[in-house]
Antibody
Framework: QVHLVESGGGVVQPGTSLRLSCAAS????????MHWVRQAPGKGLEWLAI????????HYAESVKGRFTISRDNPKNTLYLQMDSLGPEDTAVYHC?????????WGQGAMVTVSS | QAGLTQPPSVSKDLRQTATLTCTGN????????AAWLQQHQGLPPKLLSY???NRPSGISERFSASRSGNTVSLTITGLQPEDEADYYC???????????FGGGTKLTVL
């Protein structure tokens, strides 16, 4: 079974940092580009970042560029999202997703709430 | 960051056909097409189709996608109650160097 499982979400104060993890299983992780996508409560999907299969290239949405960093550890089959300088606008469910033509496999998501 | 344009809502009767649209520009939809995702409340999105109307394994033939210029369409035939969901389009934008989503269309099956 192909699975992605996010972890590391929680409630944090504005200005702080958080790192999300996404554990992959059931497929050859190192062969796929991976993404982070978020969804604020009651809102649509927002793409955040992509990392190539070898981890050498990253792209970011303007809304998180300079604050968020995507990375991966292929031997550990794990994707990461380091989030710095968090603000209330970053409150959302964060999903990792595999790219195979489109976003074909999604995790259930990790809730991040930024509140004082 | 500019996204793709989708109508906020569409309503159709049971067993009828719904066509959802998604409009971008020559840097995204017009260049590489788009993918369609379905999302039921409280669940992660599910991929329905991707470039050139490819359907992932297990996706019903009732879902089909097409493209005309900078607009892609998702046609759902023989609407069922379980088709009631939010539908999103997504595409790689070569000018932005980023993926973009549409705002989503809420499909109601009457």
């Amino acid at each position: 079974q192909v699975h992605l499982v996010e972890s590391g979400g929680g409630v944090v104060q504005p200005g702080t940092s958080l790192r999300l993890s996404c554990a992959a299983s059931g497929f050859t992780f190192r062969n796929y580009f991976m993404h982070w996508v978020r969804q604020a409560p009651g809102k649509g999907l927002e793409w955040l970042a992509i990392i190539t299969n070898d981890g050498n290239t990253e792209h970011y949405a303007e809304s998180v560029k300079g604050r968020f960093t995507i990375s991966r550890d292929n031997p550990k089959n794990t994707l990461y999202l380091q989030m710095d300088s968090l603000g209330p606008e970053d409150t959302a469910v964060y999903h990792c997703a595999r790219e195979a033509g489109g976003f074909d496999i999604w995790g259930q998501g990790a809730m991040v709430t930024v509140s004082s | 960051q500019a996204g793709l344009t989708q109508p906020p809502s569409v309503s159709k009767d049971l067993r009828q056909t719904a066509t959802l649209t998604c409009t971008g520009n020559s840097n995204n939809v017009g260049n590489q097409g788009a993918a369609w995702l379905q999302q039921h409340q409280g669940l992660p999105p599910k991929l329905l189709s991707y470039t050139n109307n490819n359907r992932p394994s297990g996706i019903s033939e009732r879902f089909s996608a097409s493209r005309s210029g900078n607009t892609v369409s998702l046609t759902i035939t023989g609407l069922q109650p379980e088709d009631e969901a939010d539908y999103y389009c997504s595409a790689w934008d070569s000018s932005l160097g980023a993926w973009v989503f549409g705002g989503g269309t809420k499909l109601t099956v009457l």
